[in-house]
């Protein structure tokens, strides 16, 4: 038995693997995985694997990225950890005032989560306690896009619409408002007819700018969030940027909301968002963090003598110091490099390198926004994501469809020639695939 058969069983018998049927590991079994150098991540027997995917979105510079590890290591050695109630450290002040300065100020209150799920929990909470201080405790239901995805948490699953994940559990779920997603035809008058009717009693709509990620990397135009912002604005219903995915330079600039700049205004519209969800990507791949921005308005609508009225959340390690340096960094990078410059460039080499698979007779809806790149196939046949994933592992690509829709969203580390061999190296796979499918 190799080293990587031997950690598969290993694993299969001890660890419980998420989003997985377990029944399935024999005969897909998970990558025994070593080391990760770059864009690769290498197994226990020396095999490499291309992360087409940046590990479920999260790498950001490439695995084992040295300015990541150098800040993790200066934080490890001076403060691992301080509780955040009652106490504060530098790294959060740092990150919390970057993140303000790339909002121009618009959102310059940050609150520290684990991770994406408990983002949402934490913005839904937020809102509806806003308005409770505000003397408005009826608005308190939200309303949700069809296709989204903000979490498997029971409160963000409340507002996520994919039913592999909520069926199980709908008994235990909140209901939700159910809207079109914004590119469905006729979306924005259907949502605003659904805030009409929820007059007085809606807290907030959740949106995932620009892409709809684990729905199959659905994509809309940033006027489609103009007018969402407009909608939510005149019913007065808080509005929150789910940017988990899509955050931290996916799109192209930092924020997806970076796109929604009104003409005249660079670096972002004056009509932000109420809420901005962050994670995934903000600590490069490296910790588990999230970020929720808000804005003045929220915030000071929580100031009161009354200990009841403050925002009564928290996790044990909130604000941790070495995630919250590693996030520093990824800002630091964004800041001081030309890598903001450097994205629309890689995105322009991943469009020419893909462009051929528009005539691929099995191929449709190629589709491109910044470094997420996506197509569905026609007539994909049985297990098809299963059947990509295991042909794709033995060409050196490590990547998983969502259903008949295979993505690429690798990490900033993309010229002509890498795109060039990706694109080779996944019509090979779909070739292989579709062969008597």
């Known amino acids: 038995m190799t080293a990587s058969a031997s950690w598969a069983a290993r694993s299969r018998a001890a660890v419980w693997h998420p989003c997985t049927q377990m029944a399935r590991l024999d005969a897909v079994p998970p990558l025994a995985i070593a080391r990760g150098e770059g864009p690769w991540l290498v ?74 799920a408990s983002a949402t929990e934490i913005a839904l909470k937020m809102s509806a306690h806003f308005w409770r201080n505000q003397g408005q405790p009826g608005k308190c239901e939200f309303i949700a896009l069809a296709g989204g995805y903000h979490g498997e948490t029971l409160g963000a699953l409340s507002v996520t619409d994919v039913p592999l994940f909520r069926d199980a559990y709908a008994p235990l779920l909140r209901s939700t408002h159910l809207a079109p997603a914004l590119h469905e035809a006729g979306a924005l008058e259907a949502i605003a007819a659904l805030m009409q009717r929820l007059d007085g009693r809606c807290a907030a709509l959740i949106v995932e700018p620009l892409i709809q990620g684990a729905s199959g990397m659905r994509m809309h135009g940033p006027e489609r969030l103009r007018e969402l912002r407009a909608l939510c604005t005149q019913h007065q219903v808080h509005l929150i940027a789910d940017e988990i995915a899509v955050g931290c330079g996916r799109t192209g600039r930092f924020f997806a909301w970076d796109h929604v700049a009104e003409p005249g205004q660079p670096g972002g519209s004056k009509d932000w968002p109420d809420f901005v969800l962050l994670s995934k990507g903000i600590t490069g791949g490296t910790l588990p963090l999230s970020v929720v921005l808000t804005s003045d308005e929220v915030f000071n609508a929580f100031l009161s003598p009354e200990v009841a009225r403050g925002f009564l959340h928290s996790h044990s390690y909130t604000g941790n110091p070495i995630a919250c340096a590693a996030a520093c960094e990824v800002l630091r990078r964004f800041r001081d490099t030309d890598l903001l410059q450097q994205l629309p460039l890689q995105a322009e080499c991943l469009r020419a390198a893909f462009a051929p698979f528009a005539k691929h007779k099995r191929v449709t809806e190629l589709r491109q926004t910044g470094l997420v790149l996506a197509f569905d196939v026609r007539e994909p046949g049985e297990r098809f994501a299963e059947r990509f994933h295991l042909a794709a592992r033995r060409l050196e690509l490590l990547i998983r469809p969502i259903g008949s829709s295979v993505y690429l969203m690798p990490p900033y580390l993309i010229d002509a020639a890498s795109a060039d061999w990706l694109a080779a190296r996944i019509r090979a796979t779909l070739d292989e695939v579709l062969t008597g499918a």
């Open 43 to 116: 197994d226990m027997d020396g095999r490499r694997y291309f992360d087409a995917t940046s590990s479920w979105w999260v790498n950001l510079f490439g695995h084992s990225d040295a300015g990541l590890q150098q800040a993790i290591a200066r934080q490890a050695a001076t403060l691992p950890h301080v509780m955040l109630a009652g106490c504060t450290h530098a790294p959060a002040v740092e990150l919390a005032e970057g993140l303000r300065a790339l909002t121009q100020g618009r959102l310059g209150h940050a609150f520290f989560g684990s991770d994406g």
